[in-house]
């Protein structure tokens, strides 16, 4: 009998965390098997990562350049940056799309980023440091989309 049970609990597969493929402890709101920490305790750099893989989806959708490459080879500068607007996200719950692209646009100009018609991280360009109201609708929904992933990923569950 003791040799059945150890054969059983043996051949039983171990449910991986889908975030980070550790033994799966629990499950997150969507029923996503899940390790405790990722549920309860997303950091700011893994909601950072987070933004910039649906960002970069989002541009596909559209064809734009917006962020091309994946977090791992994307510029400390553009990882830098995601993380401020993470931060800043998390501060200020109140927040609107408009008033993170205005940080978003203090923080660059304080960097030493310029206007400019093309995106250049070596130039320090960006067509984007503009109003909000004068951004392309496509520039405004990515805002949006960008803070609502942070207020959905900060949400504690429960």
């Known amino acids: ?23 799966a402890t ?50 400390p500068e553009l990882q830098r940056s995601a993380r401020h607007g993470v931060e800043y996200a998390l501060a200020h719950r109140d927040m609107t799309a408009e008033r993170l ?10 960097h030493g980023w310029t206007h400019g018609y093309v995106k250049d991280e070596i130039k320090k360009t960006h067509p984007d440091l503009i109003p909000f109201d004068d951004l392309e609708d496509y520039e405004q929904r990515k805002d949006a989309l960008f803070l609502a992933i942070v207020r959905a990923l900060s949400t504690p569950v429960t």
């Open 26 to 75: 629990t499950h997150d709101n969507d029923g996503i098997p899940s390790c405790t920490p990722c549920v309860q305790e997303l950091t700011v750099e893994g909601i950072a990562q987070v933004c910039h893989a649906v960002i970069r989806a989002y541009a596909e959708i559209y064809a734009s350049d917006v962020c091309t490459e994946p977090w791992e080879k994307s510029s």
């Open 1 to 23: 009998m003791a040799d059945e049970v150890a054969a059983t609990s043996h051949d039983t597969e171990v449910v991986k965390c889908e975030y980070c493929a550790k033994p």
């Open 101 to 110: 692209h205005e940080e978003w646009m203090r923080y660059k100009l304080e």
